[in-house]
């Protein structure tokens, strides 16, 4: 006779608060947890610089507090880490990635190494765009891009995926740059000593890399900076044109414009497909509480990043729009993407 009003109050809490429910089983999950963070680049980088800081914060948003767990995963431009996210790591919700931001694109035009689907990743979050530069050093005669097009300089590469290799062979290929790109060194770090060393003239890499590792190069004007890759001008680099302003017909801008989208994934953070649905929620929830953490923020500072964050569902839409490019335009991005030396 007590068994039925007990069964009918549990029923009607399950009808009454099936949100509290849910919400207790993700904090119950995540509370004996790990998450590993993987970094598909060496330590050092801007990308590093980012995930290590977002990795000190992160957790005391998702519910549970689990820890988080830093691993650098360098290795064919990021698609090392991708592909082991995609098809080797558990699809419960305990890893997040961050990788290159052209990985969509690199899919879409059948890289060599990709091994992924970039849409199947549930993407958490992204806290920057991410505007990368050509640098050349000052004793280097090469200063502008009209000085690159009449002559070959030497830079310094790294991952035949990683946008520092990419974005100077799109040029190349695009409006006659003759960037030579020296391949091999392990990270955008080690590529800088080789510019400061003079064993190339110049590399390509992410402004906040250069502003974090090396802010005296700017300072002390130790570096030209002809061109910048990204969709629109950084406020810090107002006098510095970007890739897509370098175009010299309307199909040349249409072609940069596609590949410079990567620069609106920026450092984006994805996690594995097949994730379940309430913990996806729950990481871009406190992804996006991340973003408003002052903790967080004042890090960010000390490291000299900015921060401009993209929710997961906008990201989401946002890598998913590169699998509906046209066939004419991906076409043509496909004559342009890779080395033709």
Same mark, same amino acid.
């Given at each position: 006779m007590r068994a039925f009003p007990i069964a009918a109050s549990f029923a009607a809490f399950l009808a009454l608060a099936p949100g509290a429910l849910a919400q207790q089983s993700v904090e119950a999950f995540y509370k004996s947890k790990t998450i590993d963070m993987f970094i598909g680049y060496p330590p050092g980088?801007?990308?590093?610089?980012?995930?290590?800081?977002? /990795?000190?914060? %992160?957790?005391?948003?998702?519910?549970?507090?689990?820890?988080?767990?830093?691993?650098?995963?360098?290795?064919?431009?990021?698609?090392? =880490? =991708?592909?082991?996210?995609?098809?080797?790591?558990? &699809?419960?919700?305990?890893?997040?990635?961050?990788? =290159?931001?052209?990985l969509a694109i690199d899919e879409k035009l059948g890289t060599q190494g990709v091994r992924y689907k970039t849409a199947q990743f549930n993407w958490i979050?992204?806290?920057s765009p991410l505007v990368n530069i050509v640098m050349t050093w000052h004793t280097s005669p090469v200063k502008t891009i009209e000085d690159a097009q009449k002559r070959e300089v030497t830079m310094a590469g790294t991952g035949a995926?990683?946008?520092?290799?990419?974005?100077?062979?799109? %040029?190349?290929?695009?409006?006659?740059? &003759?960037?030579?790109?020296?391949?091999?060194?392990?990270?955008?770090?080690?590529?800088?000593?080789?510019?400061?060393?003079?064993?190339?003239?110049?590399?390509?890499?992410?402004?906040?890399?250069?502003?974090?590792?090396?802010?005296?190069?700017?300072?002390?004007? &130790?570096?030209?900076?002809?061109?910048?890759? /990204?969709?629109?001008?950084?406020?810090?680099?107002?006098?510095?044109?970007?890739?897509?302003?370098?175009?010299?017909?309307?199909?040349?801008?249409?072609?940069?414009? =596609?590949?410079?989208a990567a620069s609106e994934v920026g450092t984006a953070f994805f996690t594995t497909p097949g994730a379940p649905a309430d913990r996806v929620a729950a990481?871009?929830?406190?992804?996006?509480?991340?973003?408003?953490?002052?903790?967080?923020?004042?890090?960010?500072?000390?490291?000299?990043?900015?921060?401009?964050?993209m929710k997961?569902?906008? %990201?989401? &839409?946002?890598?998913?729009?590169v699998a509906d490019l046209p066939a004419d335009l991906t076409a043509k991005l496909k004559l342009v993407y890779t080395d033709k030396q």
């Open positions: 980088g801007s990308n590093d610089v980012y995930a290590r800081v977002l /990795a000190q914060h %992160l957790g005391k948003h998702v519910p549970g507090n689990p820890n988080i767990v830093v691993h650098n995963m360098p290795g064919a431009g990021s698609f090392l =880490a =991708a592909n082991q996210v995609f098809a080797v790591s558990p &699809k419960d919700g305990t890893v997040i990635c961050i990788g =290159a931001p052209t979050g992204r806290i995926g990683s946008t520092v290799s990419i974005y100077p062979t799109v %040029l190349n290929n695009v409006i006659g740059t &003759k960037y030579r790109l020296v391949m091999g060194y392990r990270g955008s770090n080690e590529a800088m000593l080789a510019m400061e060393r003079g064993e190339t003239e110049g590399h390509s890499t992410s402004w906040e890399a250069v502003k974090t590792a090396h802010p005296e190069w700017i300072s002390e004007n &130790k570096v030209s900076i002809p061109v910048q890759f /990204a969709l629109t001008r950084n406020p810090e680099l107002a006098s510095v044109p970007t890739a897509v302003e370098l175009g010299r017909t309307e199909e040349e801008k249409r072609i940069l414009e =596609a590949v410079m990481l871009r929830a406190a992804f996006d509480a991340t973003m408003e953490d002052a903790a967080f923020k004042a890090d960010l500072d000390k490291v000299r990043v900015g921060i401009g964050p997961g569902v906008d %990201l989401q &839409k946002l890598v998913t729009k």
